[in-house]
């Protein structure tokens, strides 16, 4: 166990000082500073009594430590969002980022932690774990932007880990996806209809106060926050991303020539149809098959997702890894099938840095899925016990 608290240490402390050190080789708006920007002008305006959401004040803020900045890069995550960003962005620039830089490499160590422990039954290397983590190719453009998903995928694990034992807090963790719940809105849906099966009030109860409370404490620093935010033009299903109904619609604009708004709200909602329904027929349940599915499938169908959001498919990766090499994940008894996703892992790096923000993406979930679909096929891994 001590061993295992020593490697935590020292990968978080090398990779967080790896973070840093890029510093001095980018400007301002390079690496790790295009959203954290804009989340730390959105918390200073806010804190200052301002609008979060008016570019000309972000922009103002922003050439306060970028001069060259001439438009503003804005900030778009919803008001609830802020009481969250409000510990980590409230010093200056450069202290912020790098508090937020040591965050994102927490919670991803924090995620390999809780994966080992619910998939694995920590029989398995940390330190292995963590490197094979770093092969899943969005976390660079996660890096690269200044995002950190991992906030969200740590928090998933924790409310799936402790959704019997402790619901409590794994309705306030739920909470807290509900700032971007677009990429695990199947798996809240599926927390929420087990809920309802085994009464687990109490979950359902913390996780509705935890959002009340977020709502509440960004009510207190501007009443009218709510307005401010519907007043933002830019609309995000419009953007060409790499979710299916954005597939779909970039496919019926080539042909057809119009623009269709339908593809992002019948997937969706046909998925959330589907797995209401194997619920209901008992062929779906919250189990570790089932978390996994339903990532994936939220991944697939919500109406928009951009490339580093596939970091919360990290435990399927993960998941994959570790079974292909018989869970004890000794290196010498790899297969074929290790290099073969390994390969592709690499291939998409190259496939992707086309536009990793676009269409290129959705290799991710695809090639997860499909690995998944063989692996069942081939009969080495069955993802049976969450579909029947």
């Known amino acids: 166990m001590n061993s295992q608290k020593y490697v935590f ?89 790098l508090i937020w830089k040591f965050s994102t490499v927490l919670f991803l160590l924090l995620s390999v932690v809780s994966f080992r422990d619910i998939f694995l039954n920590s029989k398995c290397s940390f330190g292995v774990l963590s490197l094979l983590a770093i092969l899943h190719q969005p976390i660079f453009h996660l890096l ?31 909470s807290v996806l509900s700032i971007k719940p677009q990429g695990v809105f199947l798996l809240g849906l599926l927390l929420i209809l087990e809920s309802f099966k085994r009464r ?32 933002i033009e830019l609309n995000p299903l ?8 954005s ?27 589907l797995v209401t329904l194997l619920f209901l027929k008992g062929k779906l349940k919250l189990d570790n098959n089932g978390f996994l599915l339903t990532l994936l499938l939220s991944s697939l169908f919500c109406p928009y ?7 919360l498919l990290l435990p399927l990766s993960l998941y994959l890894f570790s079974r292909i090499s ?7 008894e790899k297969r074929f099938d290790v290099y073969l996703l390994i390969v592709l892992n690499i291939a998409g790096v190259f496939i992707t840095s086309l536009n990793p923000s676009l269409l290129t993406g959705i290799w991710v979930p695809l090639l997860l899925g499909l690995t998944w679909l063989g692996m069942w096929y081939s009969n080495r891994l069955s993802p049976r016990s969450a579909l029947s």
């Open 9 to 97: 240490t020292v990968l978080l402390v090398c990779l967080t000082a790896l973070l840093w050190s890029l510093d001095l080789f980018f400007g301002v708006s390079e690496f790790g500073k295009k959203d954290s920007i804009a989340f730390w002008a959105g918390v200073q305006n806010i804190v200052n009594g301002e609008n979060p959401y008016d570019p000309e004040r972000i922009l103002e803020v922003q050439q306060l430590e970028n001069s060259s900045q001439t438009s503003p890069q804005v900030f778009l995550n919803p008001p609830w969002s802020i009481p969250i960003f409000i510990p980590f962005f409230s010093s200056t620039f450069i202290v912020s980022t």
């Open 144 to 174: 690269h932007v200044g995002q950190n998903s991992f906030l969200l995928l740590f928090c998933c694990l924790f409310t799936f880990k402790n959704f019997y034992s402790r619901p409590l807090l794994a309705g306030i963790a739920c």
């Open 200 to 231: 687990n009030y109490v979950f359902l109860v913390s996780g509705l106060l935890g959002f009340l409370f977020l709502n509440g404490a960004v009510l207190v620093l501007r009443p009218e926050i709510f307005y401010n935010w519907r007043s």
């Open 238 to 245: 419009n953007y060409v991303n790499s979710s299916l109904p």
């Open 247 to 273: 597939v779909l619609k970039l496919f019926l604009q080539n042909v057809t020539g119009e623009i269709y708004g339908w593809p992002s709200f019948i997937l969706p909602g046909g998925a959330i149809l």
């Open 305 to 311: 997702i951009f490339f580093y959001e596939y970091t």
């Open 326 to 332: 018989r869970i004890d994940l000794e290196f010498s």
